[in-house]
């Protein structure tokens, strides 16, 4: 199947700063991704859907102007947690859907971000 | 979406069948069936979907009743590998590709 990457898998930083969740597809285009969180023993809750040239669409009660994402290539989409808290520490995780195909959308391995 | 219901855990001895139903009685004629797993610390993996005939791919089986208000997702011979928590997510195919995941099945693979 399709490959999707997200990189870092790990990361750690301070309150207060912001941190950039980078996924790609790497043998296919996507015009649209899809971004994630998952808190410890809960399931996937969907934050926002990426499309490639426009604004993301955000779920009810995630805030825009702090999950910043960027959609500008079909191979490449971005969250940017900004002002991170303690309480932003999650298991974030983005899938992509290929374009022009019927093919369902491919996961990310996922991002941890711990928030010290 | 339709609503789905499952066993919040299961066990499986290596080796046997793993059987893994689902509940989706509210479920609508243009909606199919789904299931993805995910193993720990890790991004969700697609399984196999179907609409109402019963399907079979390389990793799993799929059998949807014939009112399709339930489904069973069969791992033919189970390894320790298989260890993870399975979603049935029931969706208009196409309409978009944004998944609801329910709390979905912790299933757990023993030697």
């Known amino acids: 199947g399709a490959v999707v990457s997200q990189h870092p898998s790990r990361v750690i930083c301070k309150s207060g700063t912001s941190v950039k969740i980078e996924c790609r597809s790497l043998d296919f285009q996507a015009t649209t991704m899809f971004w994630y969180r998952q808190f410890p023993k809960q399931s996937l809750m969907l934050m926002a859907t990426?499309?490639?040239?426009?604004?993301?669409?955000?779920e009810q009660g995630v805030e825009k102007d702090k999950f910043l994402i960027n959609h500008a290539s079909l191979t490449l989409s971005t969250l940017t947690v900004t002002s991170a808290h303690p309480e932003d520490s999650s298991f974030y995780i983005c899938s992509a859907r290929e374009v022009g195909t019927s093919t369902e959308a491919f996961f990310g391995q996922g991002t941890r971000l711990t928030v010290v | 979406d339709a609503k789905t219901t499952q066993p919040p855990s299961m066990d499986c001895a290596e080796g046997r069948a793993a059987n893994l139903p689902c509940n989706h009685s509210t479920i609508s004629g243009n909606e199919y069936v789904y299931w993805y797993r995910q193993i720990h610390s890790q991004g969700p993996q697609y399984i196999i979907h179907g609409l109402k005939n019963n399907e079979t791919n390389e990793m799993a089986s799929l059998i949807i009743t014939e009112d399709r208000k339930s489904s069973t997702l069969i791992l033919p011979h189970a390894t320790l590998r298989d260890t993870a928590v399975y979603y049935c997510?029931?969706?208009?195919?196409?309409?978009?590709?944004?998944?609801?995941f329910g709390k979905g099945t912790l299933l757990t693979v023993n030697p």
């Open positions: 997510i029931v969706r208009v195919r196409g309409s978009n590709y944004k998944l609801t």
């Open positions: 990426s499309n490639e040239g426009s604004k993301a669409t955000y």
